[in-house]
Structure formats: C-alpha cells, structure tokens
C-alpha cells in the first residue's frame, strides 16, 4: 500500500526530500555542527560532480563540433569560389593565348604579303572538307575581293593550292595535297623540273623527274612557273627520297611539304603580280 502511494505521489515525495534535505543542511549550517556538515558536502558535491563534468565535457564537445561544422562549411564555400575563379582565370587566359597566336599569325600574313611581289587578298578559312576523298577548303573571299578561279593560294609557309570555285562572297581551294592536283615545280639545288602530284593520304611526289638527273634527299622545291596557274619561286617543300626504277624513263621522288595543312587559318590569295597589294584589298574584319 506505502509502495503504491509513493509511486502514485513521486514527484511529491522526492521535491518534499529535497526539501526536507536542503532544510537540514541549513540547520546543521546555522549549528556548526564541523564534524557532519563538511562530511554531507563532500558527499554532495562527490555525487553532482560527475554530472557536471559530464554536462561540461558534453557541452564542450558539442561547442567545438559546431565551430568545426561552421568552419568546414566556409572553407567548403570557399573552396567552390576559388575553383569558379580558377576556371575563369584559365578562360580568360585561352582567349589571351589564342589572340596571341592569332596576331602572330596574322603578322606572318603581312609579313609575306610585303616581302612577296604580288597582289594578294586575305582570306580565312571556314570550312574543310569531311572527307579524305576531295582536300579542299572554303575560304570567306569572293569574285567581290578579286578571287578568281585557276589562282594560286599561299601560306607563310609555302604552297596551299588554288581556287576552283568562286561565289561572290566565298571560293573554294584545291590543296595540293589532292590526288588529282598538279603543280609544275623546279628543284632549287639539281635544276630539274618535274610535275607535283598528291595523292589519296596526303602524300607528295614528283613525277617526270630525268632519269639521269642528280636529285639529292632535303633539296628544296619550289614552283617553276609553267602552267600559268602557280607564279615561279614559291616555296613547296624538300625532297625526302628519289625513286629511280631501273629501266624506267624517268625517276621519281617524294616530298614533304612545307605547309600544315591541318593547322592552316588563314590564307593569301594572289590575284595578281607586278605590284603591291592595294589598300582596299586588305582584309575585310
């Protein structure tokens, strides 16, 4: 019954012994009672003092995870923002390197265009052909800027081909490189002249070469200037190696060229010779 009524009223019973406890320490204060008081506090302060550290512990504990929350949370955000200006730095950077390249290249142009005695019209190039079948490019100058069919077209490098197409605002250019291209050219050092065809991979080779002719590999080839297409002097490439089948009438060689293809942007279009290239022919921006 006595167990029921305090577990019934045990709220009650435990705030009247805390009390009731509380009241008795005072007493016992107010008497100086030395030799129970001291002993009742330390038993006191012995059984709180474990909660306190642990409450303590706890509260440091939590303080110190959610500064580390806080910090780990900004050096994340700024993490983001130095990858983000990281990216806009190397962007900014590709388009300063790539108008580098750009101007370099276009002072080659200019370059070849004073050194040359042509006249010359600029022309960049828009389009390539897909396939290994056909080695042309489209190039954004027409009939409107002087281009015309059957004229040559130049790199600062050397050679690049001819236009066969003109529409009033864009053309069409032969490579070399092309298998049903030909170019009449001289080799610098022998003297010899011979015919430059492409072919299927890319590959250069001179035909018709005299079969006594001392043709040695790295001489130069330039254009001859029979054809009326290719004015003579211009640069094409080196020899690599000479052909000479035994019994054959003629020898033959391959060349390297000494044009990119690949990396070309921009060309010069000759439209005429015998004078400087006119103001109003410079490229259009």
Known sequence: MILRLVAKYRRTVVLASAVLFSFLLLTMEVRRDETLT????????????????????????????????????????????????????????????????????????????????????????????????FHTLLIDRGSRHGVERHTAVIAPAGLVGQVVEASSSSARVQLITDPVSSVGVLLQGSRVTGLLVGGQSGRLRIRYLPVRAEVQSGEVVITSGLGGVYPKGILVGKVLAVDGRGGALFQEAAVEPSVDFSQ?????????????PARSQRREE
């Open 38 to 133: 001291p002993f009742l506090k330390r038993l006191l302060l012995e059984s709180v003092s474990p909660f306190l550290k642990a409450t303590a512990y706890l509260k440091r504990s939590a303080g110190e995870i959610w500064e580390s929350y806080v910090d780990l949370r900004f050096v994340r955000q700024e993490n983001v923002r130095l990858q983000e200006e990281v990216q806009a730095l190397r962007a900014r950077l590709g388009v300063v390197e790539e108008g580098q390249r750009e101007n370099q290249r276009l002072k080659n142009l200019l370059g070849l265009r004073e050194r040359e005695p042509f006249q010359v019209v600029a022309a960049g190039i828009v389009g390539r052909d897909a396939t290994n079948w």
């Open 264 to 276: 070309l942007e921009e060309v010069l279009v000759i439209t005429g010779q015998g004078s400087r």
